[in-house]
């Protein structure tokens, strides 16, 4: 079984530049995460997805962050314009469905902000 | 609150036991779970643990919760060079609903001496 997977896996970009990562979660997951991991820091969720809805997005900062997940399959975080504080691992996760325990991980795109 | 904590390092010789330790704020977690992140990878889920257990098995692995203190330990026995990599507790809150949030403590670093 294939796992998440996610590109770029790093990026460098200039402050009040956009910048835009893409995720392919696991075939038949219905439920997908966006977390942000600051080095040094646990992962924080951003965004989760349950097929092409959103359940939870309360720690998005929306005056630059976005995401969408269309067709209920892959999805798409931007960043728009960045700051330098947005320097971080972004992981997608995605899992069977919303209560189901296990969450699976992707392998991170490390985003540098100059 | 929401509030993982962990100790941020330790070093133990290969074959000695390893005890890494997790406090959490919220009564009301349902599962508690340990994850391990090797460099440039994703985390993987090594074991969780249900709120109305006290211990959990699996392997080399023993999770052992302390529901009263929020406090959970994760015990690797027989320590090899390949279980070095950064361990994340995490908590699922227990608010219910279509959220699947995990809320991840800062990681502990185990450093394993050959």
């Known amino acids: 079984e294939a796992g998440v997977a996610q590109s770029p896996r790093y990026k460098i970009i200039e402050k009040r530049q956009s910048v835009a990562f893409w995720c392919n979660p696991i075939?038949?997951?219905?439920?997908l995460y966006w977390y942000q991991q600051i080095l040094g820091q646990g992962p924080k969720l951003l965004i989760q997805f349950q097929n092409n809805g959103v359940v939870d997005d309360s720690q998005l900062p929306k005056d630059r962050f976005s995401a969408e997940r269309l067709k209920g399959v892959d999805s798409t975080l931007k960043i728009q314009p960045a700051k330098l504080e947005d320097s971080a691992v972004y992981l997608c996760?995605?899992?069977?469905?919303?209560?189901?325990?296990?969450?699976?991980f992707g392998p991170g795109t490390r985003l540098t902000v100059l | 609150g929401e509030d993982v904590e962990q100790s941020l390092f330790l070093s133990v010789r290969e074959g000695d036991s390893s005890v890494i330790n997790c406090t959490y704020t919220d009564s009301s977690s349902t599962y508690l779970y340990w994850y391990k992140q090797e460099p440039g990878a994703g985390l993987q889920l090594l074991t969780y643990i249900f709120s109305n257990m006290d211990m959990k098995q699996d392997q080399r692995l023993t999770v052992l919760l302390n529901k009263k203190d929020k406090h959970l330990s994760l015990r690797i026995a027989d320590t090899q060079t390949g279980d070095s990599a950064i361990y994340f507790c995490?908590?699922?809150?227990?608010?219910?609903?279509?959220?699947?949030?995990?809320?991840f403590g800062t990681g502990t670093l185990l450093a394993v001496q050959p």
């Open positions: 996760a995605s899992s069977l469905e919303a209560s189901y325990n296990e969450q699976f």
């Open positions: 995490a908590e699922k809150p227990g608010y219910g609903g279509a959220t699947n949030k995990l809320i």
């Open positions: 075939s038949g997951h219905a439920t």
